[in-house]
């Protein structure tokens, strides 16, 4: 096989791959995903705000989710509030400069999260220490969690408490993960206008 031929398989395993990942998240997931959609939009109709946390390409995924309730998805609809703990690089550089890697976001839930808010943690292995320290500390301030995970959902599936709810994506390449979590997001961004607007 030339190197076309053979770069065309590898596109084509991958497109191969990823729908059948999310034909997978489908049959699982949708049951959680209306149990986030209405966890979320409950707390924002209440008032309360959303901080989401992720390393990586996860921190991306956080920062996507805030911008699509902070500004819009697809229809007009009021600001929601909703921040992500992983765009400002001084309070990252300070706090992982001064304490440690590990407690970037839970210092910032412990900063800024209140009883009844929701943290969006993200990690596709489920065991990234920082999103870890973040769900206990947002735990300590009365706050629920709705957790992205995938693989075996790692420490993080275990942490979780009645009233959370927990995303696992069933499979073990981070890629899949990370596209199906893309998926959800967007899942909960129309869930969430459905409610307020239909
Ligand atoms: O996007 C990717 C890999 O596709 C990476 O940047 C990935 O997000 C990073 O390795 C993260 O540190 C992985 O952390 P986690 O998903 O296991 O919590
Ligand atoms: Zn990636």
């Known amino acids: 096989m030339d190197t076309k031929n053979k770069l065309g398989q590898r596109i084509q395993n991958h497109f191969e791959d990823s729908i059948a990942t999310k034909q997978k998240a489908a049959e699982v997931l949708p049951s959680k995903i209306i149990d986030a959609i209405n966890l979320m939009y ?5 008032g309360k705000k959303i901080l989401a946390c992720g390393n990586g390409g996860s921190a991306a995924d956080a920062q996507h989710f805030a911008a699509e309730l902070v500004g819009r998805f697809e229809r007009e609809r009021r600001e929601l509030p909703a921040i992500a703990l992983t765009t400002d690089s001084s309070i990252l550089t300070a706090i992982g400069n001064d304490y440690s890697y590990d407690v970037i976001f839970s210092k910032q839930v412990n900063a800024l999260g209140q009883t009844g808010d929701i943290l969006l943690g993200i990690s596709t292995s489920g065991n990234s220490k920082n999103v870890i320290a973040a769900i206990e500390s947002a735990h300590a301030k009365g706050m629920k969690v709705v957790a992205f995970t995938g693989k075996d959902g790692g420490k993080i599936g275990a942490l979780l408490k009645d ?36």
Do not use: F, K, W, Y
């Not at 909960?188 to 607007?197: A, E, Q, S, V, Y």
């Open 42 to 46: 409950l707390a924002l109709m209440s």
């Open 163 to 198: 009233g959370d709810v927990h995303l696992c994506v069933p499979a073990n390449r981070t890629a899949r993960i990370q596209e199906t979590h893309l998926l959800l997001l967007h899942c909960l961004c129309d869930g969430i206008d459905h409610l307020m607007l239909d």
